[in-house]
């Protein structure tokens, strides 16, 4: 069975990263890439060209991004009756406390800050794996 | 810097079992223990005996207990503006679809199923570690 996860990121370097770690550490993950917040919400409420998509088992959510900033597109996720169930992971460069304790406040499942080394950000992708989809129970998509 | 943990969960030998697995995996955490749903809100909330209980920076949650199910110590938790933020990990027995389904409704950061197995659930207990308590970023501690 895949794991549909999708990755909200603008930085091209960042998305051919993490696409590269869930290759080697998980061939069943199907990477998707919205690459701003409108997109995301998009991809998420099955509009448009997005009216296909799957749901996602599992969300990567940057804190800055263009057009819909991450906060918003979280607290848009963890406001909508039907998408608040998705395990929604922030996965930022920012450190501020005061980022951290608002996107816990708006029931981000988890915050990651993404290290700049190439090594241990690698490691950060993998410890998504290993414990997200590995060790966690994520809920089941509903069949349509 | 220590970590603070609440384990609320009633059995003793479980209890037990996650002492010496953290004991073993990181000797900074200082776990504490709620037996019932009722202790543990006496305890996030600092009445009676909890008075001088500090805030937790995690906590692991099981589902069924006595006095108070930990389905509604989540919902009060994740109801609440001063505690919401307390990163709530549900680790029980229950594999039950709609417990998994539900607790992320009520806005639990996580679910875990708690294995029999006594290798397994010690290898859960390290995930925790490895995952929440070391890469995760968790809400800073706010000074009294």
Not at chain 1, 48 to 67: E, Q, S, V
Not at chain 2, 54 to 79: C, H, Q, T, Y
Not at chain 2, 135 to 141: E, I, W
Request: glycine share 4%; proline share 6%; hydrophobic share 40%.
């Amino acid at each position: 069975m895949n794991i549909e996860v999708l990755l909200v990121e603008d930085s091209p370097g960042d998305v051919r990263l993490t696409q590269e770690v869930f290759r080697d550490a998980n061939p069943s993950v199907r990477l998707h890439i919205a690459s701003d917040g409108v997109e995301a919400m998009a991809f998420l409420r099955q509009e448009g060209r997005y009216a296909n998509a799957p749901r996602p088992h599992l969300t990567l959510l940057d804190l800055n991004l263009p057009k819909m900033d991450g906060r918003e597109v979280l607290a848009c996720i963890k406001k909508d009756e039907r998408l608040k169930t998705i395990p929604t992971i922030v996965l930022t460069t920012s450190n501020a406390d005061a980022d951290i304790a608002k996107s816990y406040n708006l029931h981000a499942n988890c915050y990651l800050s993404k290290p700049v080394e190439l090594e241990e950000f690698e490691g950060v992708v993998k410890g998504i794996n290993d414990f997200w989809l590995n060790k966690a129970k994520l809920p089941i998509k509903k069949q349509h | 810097m220590h970590i603070e943990v609440l384990l609320v969960e009633d059995s003793p030998g479980d209890v037990r079992l996650t002492q010496e697995a953290f004991r073993d995996a990181n000797p900074s955490i200082r776990l504490h223990v709620a037996s019932d749903g009722v202790e543990a809100l006496t305890f996030l909330k600092r009445e009676g005996v909890h008075a001088k209980a500090p805030r937790p920076d995690f906590i692991l949650l099981d589902l069924n207990l006595p006095r108070m199910a930990g389905r509604e110590v989540l919902s009060r938790i994740k109801l609440d503006d001063e505690l919401r933020t307390i990163p709530t990990i549900v680790l029980t027995t229950s594999d039950s679809e709609a417990d998994i389904l539900r607790s992320y409704e009520l806005q639990a950061n996580c679910y875990l199923t708690k294995p029999v197995q006594l290798d397994e659930f010690e290898s859960v207990v390290k995930s925790i570690n490895d995952f929440w308590l070391t890469k995760a970023r968790l809400p800073q501690q706010l000074r009294s």
